[in-house]
């Protein structure tokens, strides 16, 4: 089964994400179902504890706005680890559309990213796609990499307050 560092900690993931051209019937077990699949069916699919939807890095979140509000489960994908969109994607479906359920990885990134992944909202990463050499097991060297930096300057998903108004309080 594919392990998820969620919580700073390396837990089961049961969560199956679906083919981006997926068209079938959905699986029993809980699912990300693609963006297209989701616009497509999202009458027939309003179960937010077992559907959740994944953008790929082309798409725009504001194609699922309106529905944001009956999801748990968002996934973003990263289709190289050189592709940063996923971060905007994060940033804005944080923010601008105030999801506040689980926001998931997924797609090629690299463990050097997950402090940034967590600075732009995420808070989920799916542990097969990690670029690694090392066993899954390792909870605490995924720790330091989302401890990286001790102090942030900039306000942020999960800082929501800039050092300087911070260090007022």
């Not at 809980?30 to 497509?40: H, I, Q, T």
């Not at 401890?147 to 007022?168: D, G, I, K, M, W």
Request: aromatic share 12%; glycine share 6%; with cysteine.
């Amino acid at each position: 089964m594919p392990k998820l560092l969620k919580d700073k900690g390396i837990v089961d993931n049961s969560w199956q994400v679906l083919e981006k051209d997926f068209t079938g019937t959905l699986p029993d077990a809980p699912c990300f179902v693609p963006l297209d699949y989701w616009l497509a069916n999202k009458d027939k699919l309003q179960n937010p504890k077992t559907v959740g939807v994944w953008l790929d890095s082309e798409q725009e979140p504001e194609e699922i706005a309106g529905d944001i509000k009956n999801l748990e489960h968002l996934a973003v994908n990263f289709p190289t680890f050189t592709d940063g969109r996923g971060f905007s994607i994060a940033r804005l479906i944080r923010h601008r559309y105030q999801f506040a359920g689980e926001l998931r990885a997924i797609g090629q990134i690299a463990p050097d990213q997950l402090f940034y992944l967590t600075r732009c909202g995420f808070d989920a990463f799916c542990l097969d796609a990690l670029a690694l050499d090392q066993e899954v097991d390792e909870a605490h060297r995924f720790e330091d990499y989302l401890s990286s930096f001790s102090v942030t300057y900039q306000a942020s998903a999960n800082e929501q307050q800039p050092l300087f108004r911070r260090r007022q309080a």
